[in-house]
């Protein structure tokens, strides 16, 4: 790993500047994002962004928050992610252990099986999806947000990909010890796949809470919204001044920059093992 | 090898047997909610059904149907242009974005993941803000504006209006698959280049000769990647320009939304899914290919 880069030169502080300024423009739609939330709202469409408030409007995030039942919508859409996310951990963890060190009789098929799924997102099946959901009487329910979202097989060949890198021999000493197969992924194979379990965590925490179409699908009552659902319908009301609607986007953010901070560590080295190789 | 033949035979199938309830459950999940509704979209797309009577059976009147409506035309061509353009674009600013971060300047990392934000935000927040900057007062033309463009109206033009949602698209991705490359081109060894530069090869040259060829594999997979995300894309043109204008912007998965829920025609939006897909299909079975190539190194 050392000295696979040292062909450049080390430029210190002076280098960073270009980088520094490219960054800066990639994510100047966020600061303006974060700005607007706190802007008056007939400052929306001057002719010039103002860039740092003249006045400040913290009471844009009580006032938006006020408007719908936007405290359950964040709510719904917590306890989906939350859900989905712990879901991906799980079973693509065992399934992608089983088909990476425990050879069975049709694996193969099982895994082009899973993998052949990639092929079938909602957008594709989102019509007999809905009515197979319809036929278990679960929309406008967590069973009916969740249930289809999951598993994802993008998580089962990820950590198979990963487990398949862990030598089987610490695998088979354990088993000689006489440990069994939930003791062996629990001690022997999760404590090396931190990286990606990382990576798992934050796509399908990102997939799930990002979530649009599925409950714009299934969902009828009020109750049942995610934030999502509930803020494309506070923009279509008139009177909803767009600074609102940023703090809302902003509030909306922040719980998926947290998880990245968290992860961010694991995160480095997940993206750069994995490789992601085709 | 030899330490499992050291394994009793019921040991054996003790193994078998947990690999089995490992895998069942996700298996079980995926037969119930992919397998299932795309058998049942196969049989759907031949009927007509509004979920009001019970399913009527009408042969390949909802393809041929489809064939002639120039709305499904034109939302598949829009489709087709929507991958092929950001898929282009997205390798090119990926693999740009990449080189750039490839550097041991000071900060670099923190740069990459400040870049990698625009990647997890939610994709909500992400069209409500680019439908503010392509505003015609919006910040993009604010930007433009010094260098002789003037008001120009990005969402209302047919002409303008996918590449800005394809532009937005790129803003979303880019960050994503430059990592991707990025770790590619950390495996490069460095003596590669040394040897290079060695023999009096410029950075063109380099760049042609020996970085490229050497990516090849990850491009072809970043391709095919972006190509399966952009066939299902939603949000985007639902959001920011609603499909419009004129349907300039509408994609297959939003006809099949507008069909299915909208008007109910559950056979039509059917039709529709088989097509895309189809389109998905096409994809994946390259991907495959390849994925298969990989495992018998």
């Given at each position: 790993m050392s000295g696979r880069s040292r062909r450049f030169l080390t430029a210190g502080w002076l280098g960073l500047v270009p980088l520094a300024a490219l960054t800066f423009l990639v994510t100047l739609p966020i600061i303006w994002m974060a700005t607007t939330s706190f802007q008056a709202g007939e400052k929306m469409f001057q002719l010039t962004t103002e860039w740092i408030p003249s006045v400040w409007h913290p009471e844009n995030y009580p006032n938006a928050l006020a408007r719908a039942a936007f405290p359950i919508y964040f709510l719904n859409s917590a306890?989906?992610?939350?859900?989905?996310?712990?879901?991906?951990?799980?079973?693509?963890?065992?399934?992608?252990?089983?088909?990476?060190?425990?050879?069975?009789?049709?694996d193969?098929?099982?895994?082009?099986?899973?993998?052949?799924?990639?092929?079938?997102?909602?957008?594709?099946?989102l019509v007999p999806t809905f009515l197979i959901v319809h036929k278990f009487h679960w929309l406008n329910s967590y069973q009916g947000l969740v249930g289809p979202l999951l598993i994802d097989a993008f998580g089962v060949f990820l950590m198979r990909q990963f487990i398949l890198k862990i030598p089987t021999d610490y695998i088979e000493a354990a088993r000689i010890d006489g440990a069994g197969e939930f003791r062996i992924l629990w001690q022997v194979v999760l404590p090396q796949c931190r990286p990606a379990l990382a990576v798992l965590t934050i796509f399908a925490f990102r997939d799930s809470w990002d979530q649009f179409l599925w409950p714009l699908a299934i969902v009828s009552r009020d109750e049942w919204r995610t934030y999502p659902l509930g803020l494309v319908r506070f923009g279509e009301d008139y009177g909803n001044p767009p600074t609102e609607q940023m703090a809302i986007a902003v509030l909306a953010t922040i719980p998926v920059f947290v998880v990245f901070l968290?992860?961010?560590r694991a995160l480095r080295r997940g993206f750069g093992l994995s490789g992601l190789k085709g | 090898m030899a330490a499992r033949a050291g394994l009793s035979v019921p040991y054996r199938w003790r193994l078998r047997l947990w690999a089995l309830a490992f895998v069942l459950p996700t298996v079980a999940f995926f037969l119930v909610f992919k397998y299932g509704p795309?058998?049942?979209?196969?049989?759907?797309?031949?009927?007509?059904?509004?979920?009001?009577?019970?399913?009527?059976?009408?042969?390949?009147?909802n393809f041929a149907s489809l064939s002639r409506d120039p709305i499904f035309r034109q939302a598949l061509g829009n489709t087709c242009v929507y991958i092929a353009g950001s898929t282009t674009l997205l390798v090119v600013v990926a693999l740009a974005l990449a080189m750039a971060l490839n550097t041991r300047v000071r900060g670099a990392r923190l740069c990459m993941s400040a870049m990698f934000l625009t990647n997890i935000m939610p994709i909500i927040a992400v069209c409500l803000v680019w439908r503010f900057l392509l505003h015609p007062h919006g910040l993009v033309n604010q930007l433009?504006?010094?260098?002789?463009?003037g008001r120009i109206d990005w969402l209302t033009s047919e002409q303008l209006a996918m590449p800005a949602i394809i532009g937005v698209t790129v803003w979303r991705f880019a960050p994503y698959f430059m990592v991707v490359f990025l770790a590619a081109l950390l495996n490069i060894p460095a003596e590669y280049y040394e040897a290079a530069a060695m023999d009096g090869a410029g950075g063109v040259t380099r760049f042609l000769r020996i970085t490229l060829p050497?990516?090849?594999?990850?491009?072809?997979?970043?391709?095919?990647?972006?190509?399966?995300?952009?066939?299902?894309?939603?949000?985007?043109?639902?959001?920011?320009?609603?499909?419009?204008?004129?349907?300039?912007?509408?994609?297959?998965?939003?006809?099949?939304?507008?069909?299915g829920f909208s008007y109910m025609k559950m056979g039509r939006a059917a039709a529709i899914s088989v097509v895309l897909f189809a389109i998905m299909l096409a994809f994946t079975l390259v991907q495959m290919r390849l994925f298969a190539a990989s495992e018998e190194d």
């Open positions: 306890v989906i992610s939350v859900g989905v996310t712990l879901g991906n951990l799980v079973f693509c963890t065992l399934a992608g252990y089983a088909l990476a060190k425990l050879r069975f009789p049709g193969r098929v099982v895994l082009i099986l899973i993998l052949s799924t990639l092929m079938l997102p909602l957008e594709v099946t968290v992860l961010q | 795309m058998l049942w979209a196969f049989q759907l797309a031949f009927t007509s059904y509004d979920m009001l009577s019970a399913p009527r059976i009408v042969g390949i009147e433009l504006g010094p260098f002789g463009f050497l990516l090849a594999p990850v491009m072809f997979f970043v391709v095919l990647v972006s190509a399966l995300l952009c066939a299902r894309i939603f949000l985007m043109p639902f959001l920011i320009t609603g499909g419009g204008p004129g349907g300039a912007t509408r994609v297959l998965s939003m006809l099949i939304y507008e069909t």
